[in-house]
């Protein structure tokens, strides 16, 4: 059974709907969907819109609406939702050179989990990750459903430059970093597609709600599909998510 959401304060023009104290698909599922309805309803007031994990912020402003006005309002649209309103999932394929000068940390990753770097390849890209939230920096994902036979600890000193593309393992964890920043991830690989850019609509090319699956590719293949995203010739690959 569901748990009943919970609305807290977040300062004085903000609120949270909480729907849970763990990091679970159906609880995410109650966010983005609740988050799909808001979205289409944009109840008086309502500025911005920020779903995470199992919770979503409801940014507003306080001299149209108050936070109990507010609150019936949300509990009023949030009666009833069914997962319909949630558009299908998709599963967006990004394609992936393993280990080498791209993934750096693949034989620590390999050996820390008893495996050969072929094997974690072959269990990091068997599964679909259900883009559970986006943040740390624009077009960042929080993945869910790593394998835990491939878990890994975070570097004991963080890199102060990753560069875009790279993919990493942190604990239970695994993402893209979508532009060049600091991290201490384990960086097993890298992807020629930008995640991130600012001059293109919609600036990402995955969202929350998303299935990624990492394809390996060769090294000469990463250069052919980066010669072809440079040329506009080259198209990812985006499909629904079947079960």
Same mark, same amino acid.
């Given at each position: ?17 909480? =729907?849970?104290?763990? $990091? ?18 944009? %109840? ?9 994990? !199992? ?11 108050? =936070? ?13 939702? =069914? ?10 394929? $990004? %394609? ?10 693949? %034989? =620590? ?38 394998? &835990? ?8 000193? %963080? ?30 690989? !890298?992807?020629?597609? !930008? ?11 995955? &969202?929350?709600?998303?299935? $990624? ?7 000469? &293949? ?17 499909? &629904?998510?079947?079960?």
């Amino acid at each position: 059974m569901s748990e009943a959401p919970r609305y807290l304060v977040a300062g004085d023009a903000a609120l949270v709907v909480e =729907f849970g104290d763990r $990091i679970d698909p159906a609880v995410n599922r109650r966010v983005r969907e609740l988050c799909v309805a808001l979205d289409r309803a944009r %109840p008086d007031g309502v500025r911005d819109l920020v779903p995470s994990y !199992r919770s979503l912020l409801v940014n507003y402003d306080p001299r149209v609406t108050t =936070f109990d006005a507010l609150r019936e309002r949300l509990a009023d649209i949030g009666k009833g939702l =069914f997962a319909t309103l949630s558009p299908p999932p998709r599963v967006v394929e $990004i %394609p992936t050179s393993y280990g080498g000068d791209y993934g750096p940390d693949l %034989p =620590f990753v390999a050996e820390h989990a008893g495996l050969t770097a072929d094997e974690v390849v072959a269990i990091h890209s068997g599964a679909s990750y259900l883009v559970y939230m986006m943040g740390f920096s624009p077009g960042f994902t929080y993945l869910g459903g790593m394998s &835990e036979r491939i878990a890994a600890p975070r570097l004991k000193t %963080p890199r102060t430059a990753i560069p875009a593309g790279s993919v990493g393992i942190a604990q239970q964890q695994t993402g893209i970093y979508p532009v060049e920043s600091p991290g201490g991830w384990q960086l097993i690989g !890298r992807t020629p597609v !930008r995640l991130f850019d600012p001059s293109r609509e919609p600036p990402v090319v995955v &969202e929350a709600g998303d299935y $990624i699956r990492f394809v390996p590719v060769s090294r000469g &293949e990463y250069q052919r599909i980066q010669d072809g995203l440079n040329a506009g010739t080259w198209t990812l690959s985006v499909r &629904e998510l079947t079960t």
